[in-house]
């Protein structure tokens, strides 16, 4: 579990709540605090087509914050790239370094910038690039002062992230037990009605279960137990 503040840098709204509510969840419940960066503003999310790109957004963001409350997490901040057309540029990598010199975790949770052919649905571009871009804004653009001088300028002084942890990629080494807390992620889940609505309920439940068990299978646990699983980056 980790011992200080976590930062969560995703890419679209409801990233975070498919691959890792029920360790936020857990941590909360423990007291450790848990910020969210999302990077886009998912405007190409959904699946009405009389909803415009514009309101997609506000409503994504209100989905969002909503389950974020379900998790415990009060702090959910919004970059406003646009959905689907996410690169590793500068500009990305010093935002993200800005909010890391803001919140100062101890921990940063993203995703992979490693594709993973067996999940291919985990390995959307936006999903690579965050990742790709998370772990250059925590190495070496957040910890070098001289890295981004505009942030200096803003009074943001460099800051040292301990461990990164990868969702969404190959090669977990690390497992949270969510059986406390499953019913919780799927309530952070059902937040994003204008993403999951359209699925059957007892469907989409047993389909996450079903991947939770596999990940507390590969972590070599019973099975009665259910768990997120983390790829751990040494970056202190």
Not at 23 to 42: F, H, K, L, R
Not at 119 to 136: K, Q
Not at 141 to 151: C, I, M, Q, S, V
Request: with cysteine; charged share 20%; glycine share 8%.
């Amino acid at each position: 579990m980790p011992d200080g503040r976590v930062l969560a840098v995703m890419a679209h709204p409801d990233d975070v709540d498919f691959g890792m509510a029920g360790s936020v969840a857990t941590w909360t419940a423990a007291g450790i605090e848990v910020v969210y960066c999302i990077v886009t503003n998912g405007d190409a999310g959904g699946f009405d087509p009389g909803i415009s790109r514009a309101d997609m957004a506000v409503l994504r963001q209100q989905e969002q914050r909503a389950a974020a409350a379900t998790v415990g997490v009060t702090d959910v901040r919004f970059l406003g790239y646009p959905d689907g057309r996410v690169v590793v540029s500068l500009e990305l990598r010093r935002d993200i370094a800005r909010v890391i010199r803001q919140v100062q975790p101890a921990f940063v949770m993203t995703q992979s910038p490693v594709r993973d052919f067996n999940r291919i649905f985990a390995s959307h571009p936006d999903h690579l690039a965050v990742g790709e871009a998370t772990l250059c804004a925590v190495y070496p653009d957040a910890r070098n002062p001289f890295a981004h001088p505009e942030l200096l300028d803003e009074g943001l002084a460099e800051h040292v992230v301990r461990e990164v942890w990868l969702t969404g990629g190959p090669g977990a080494d690390a497992w949270v037990d969510i059986t406390a807390h499953f019913d919780r992620k799927i309530e952070a889940l059902y937040c994003h009605a204008s993403q999951v609505s359209h699925h059957e309920p007892v469907a989409f439940r047993e389909r996450l279960r079903s991947w939770a068990e596999l990940s507390a299978g590969a972590a070599g646990w019973t099975p009665d137990r259910l768990a997120e699983g983390f790829r751990r980056v040494s970056t202190g």
